[in-house]
């Protein structure tokens, strides 16, 4: 069966990353297919260099100057224009908060099926299989649509790193925006502190409710810089305020997926687990042997989070290369 | 300030679930709940109202099983009114998110002038997030999601938007439908009094037999293109772990460290 399939890249340093890994996301999942874009940008400037070979067929960049990653109902608007007149059957968007809030606007405006965080996506004879975790994590669930259905699926490329090596040259057409809705009435402030790390680090250094208090958590902060890493948290741990709520890991804060995630007093509840599952190395560290965070582990140590943690502290302070 | 807050009741597995021949849980092995996101939304439109007087009205659509328990524990926080949302409209055997979303939509209109339409961030059974962005384009209202606070500044409601990396701060023009985040409060817990008043409290019924917030048309493809889906255990990854015990092993940390630089970890 033949789809036409569309990506939406948003040209926004914050989205950026992301975009690359839906690329490869799409490239994974749907090997047979040609695969175009709709990148939405204020100008044309750049987008050949950043997307023009990464296996993309076919490019249309929807360039007004008015563009912003906040102007999510235009953003929205200026989509839906485009994609009422553009054939298409799936629509793909990566999984930022964002990116999300623009795509479940989309769908609602083109009244088509939306799945968000689909991890995988099978083309079958008879249509499209979406595959996405529920339940808090704990089952799949496999959505089957028509082959006749449209979709707007947001995809969780957590965990999707690797770059796109290919030769091919995506044909590209600058095409004007259609009539702009007046843009969003708001504006926006990074967050504080190290919050912007963390997604990205390839080590991440997470207490639980076992580091105790706030001490406990400069500590772990001190192994993270040591580790050139992040710091991340448990829910318990930010609610009770030893910890800034930017730090969290879970179904309701961050996704991440680094090469090494050390988890230091964190039961292993499956609100956090679903945050971290997809780390490439997993340490435990618990007094607790029975703690299901050690399902998961590769490596673990039984013992108090503090005093391993300050062990791990001298016996590393050669620091390691980057 | 009057406030609708669209609840569900999510089906959630007891400890062994199980899964008909349709890939759904089976009623014994699942119980229905307050959605935990909506106790938020719940939540925020108390606080609202405490501020700025009128009625929290909540609504839910589904089967009565899942719906009563919802509504009843969206009174007992202090709802003053609930409503079980029908319709004969959309098909059972499909997974029909869309339809239920327009079917919101029409029972918001029909339920009344509401201030603001709240919603939870997702349904902690069948995460979409999708809820809100369809009632909001339904009735033609600006929607905002994702809110992790709501502030009245100079008379003017003040939301607060949580990305992975910065805030989006704006002003809420009523009315509007707010989806809030599970860090936007923490919800209260019912009292005595009230739970025993919610058990018998009436629970008002809609059915909603024809749609006019969206054109048949749409309402017709939208119904045609409805996938179904199933449920699937997680497949468990068994890991072989490594563990040492610190307790016996003074040299725990200096193996463990001396494993991951060997393996390139570290
Ligand atoms: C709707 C919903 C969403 C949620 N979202 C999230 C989320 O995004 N992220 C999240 O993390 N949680 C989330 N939760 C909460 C989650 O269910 C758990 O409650 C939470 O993750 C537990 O945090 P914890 O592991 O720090 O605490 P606990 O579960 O209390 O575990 C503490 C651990 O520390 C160990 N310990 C105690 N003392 C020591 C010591 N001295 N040294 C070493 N170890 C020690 C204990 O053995 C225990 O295993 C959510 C819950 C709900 C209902
Ligand atoms: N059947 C329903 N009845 C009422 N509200 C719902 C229903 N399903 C979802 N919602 C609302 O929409 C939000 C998001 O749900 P979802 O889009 O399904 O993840 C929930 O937190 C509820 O506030």
Request: net charge negative; with cysteine.
């Amino acid at each position: 069966m033949k789809k036409s399939i569309y990506l939406v890249l948003l040209a926004d340093p914050e989205f950026e990353d992301k975009n690359l890994n839906l690329i490869h996301f799409a490239q994974i999942n749907f090997e047979n297919e040609d695969l175009n874009a709709v990148v939405v940008a204020p100008s044309d400037q750049g987008i050949e260099e950043k997307y023009g070979e990464t296996g993309l067929n076919e490019i249309d960049i929807l360039a007004y100057s008015q563009f912003s990653k906040i102007n999510l109902a235009q953003t929205a608007s200026v989509l839906s224009d485009y994609f009422v007149s553009q054939a298409h059957s799936l629509i793909l968007f990566a999984n930022d908060k964002g990116t999300t809030s623009i795509a479940t606007r989309l769908g609602a405006a083109l009244k088509e099926n939306v799945i968000t965080q689909a991890n995988q996506l099978t083309m079958t004879t008879t249509g499209l299989q979406a595959q996405k975790k529920v339940q808090a994590g704990t089952m799949l669930q496999q959505t089957v649509l028509t082959a006749a259905a449209k979709a707007v699926i947001t995809c969780d490329v957590t965990g999707i790193n690797d770059r796109i090596t290919t030769n091919t040259t995506a044909t590209i057409t600058v095409k004007t925006a259609g009539e702009l809705v007046v843009a969003d009435d708001v504006t926006y402030a990074d967050l504080p502190v190290k919050a912007n790390d963390l997604e990205n680090a390839k080590i991440v250094v997470a207490g639980g409710r076992g580091m105790q208090g706030p001490a406990g958590f400069e500590l772990l902060q001190k192994l993270a810089d040591q580790l050139h890493g992040a710091l991340g948290a448990s829910r318990v741990a930010v609610n009770n305020g030893w910890v800034d709520e930017s730090t969290m890991v879970g179904q309701t804060g961050k996704v991440v997926a680094p090469d090494l995630y050390i988890a230091v007093g964190i039961s292993g509840a499956l609100q956090h687990t679903v945050g971290m599952d997809q780390s490439k190395c997993i340490i435990a560290i618990n007094t607790d042997p029975t703690a299901p965070i050690f399902k998961l582990a590769d490596y673990g140590i039984i013992g108090d989070g503090e005093t391993v943690v300050k062990r791990l502290l001298s016996e590393l302070s050669t620091p390691v290369p980057s | 300030m009057d406030i609708l807050v669209l609840i569900k009741g999510v089906i959630v597995p007891t400890q062994k679930p199980a899964f008909d021949e349709k890939g759904q849980l089976t009623a014994e092995t699942s119980t229905a709940i307050l959605n935990p996101y909506d106790k938020n939304a719940i939540e925020a439109a108390l606080q609202l109202v405490d501020d700025h007087n009128g009625d929290v009205t909540v609504a839910s659509y589904g089967v009565a099983t899942t719906t009563e328990p919802a509504l009843r524990a969206g009174l007992a926080l202090g709802a003053t009114k609930a409503v079980a949302i029908d319709s004969p409209l959309v098909a059972t055997d499909k997974d029909n998110d869309s339809a239920i979303g327009v079917v919101l939509a029409e029972a918001a209109r029909k339920l009344g002038q509401f201030d603001l339409i709240l919603t939870g961030s997702q349904a902690l059974d069948m995460p979409q997030g999708y809820v809100g962005a369809l009632v909001a384009n339904s009735l033609n209202l600006p929607y905002f999601d994702n809110v992790n606070a709501l502030a009245t500044v100079d008379d003017e409601l003040v939301y607060t938007t949580l990305w992975e990396k910065g805030t989006i701060t704006g002003k809420v023009q009523e009315p509007a439908v707010i989806s809030v985040t599970d860090s936007i409060n923490k919800p209260r817990l019912p009292s005595f009094k009230t739970k025993m008043m919610a058990k018998r409290a009436e629970l008002e019924q809609l059915t909603i037999d024809s749609i006019t917030v969206i054109d048949q048309s749409a309402w017709d493809d939208l119904n045609k293109q409805a996938p179904t889906s199933r449920l699937a255990p997680l497949p468990v990854q068994k890991k072989k772990s490594v563990v040492y015990q610190l307790a016996d092993d003074e040299a725990a940390v200096t193996k463990l460290i001396t494993t991951l630089k060997a393996q390139s970890i570290l």
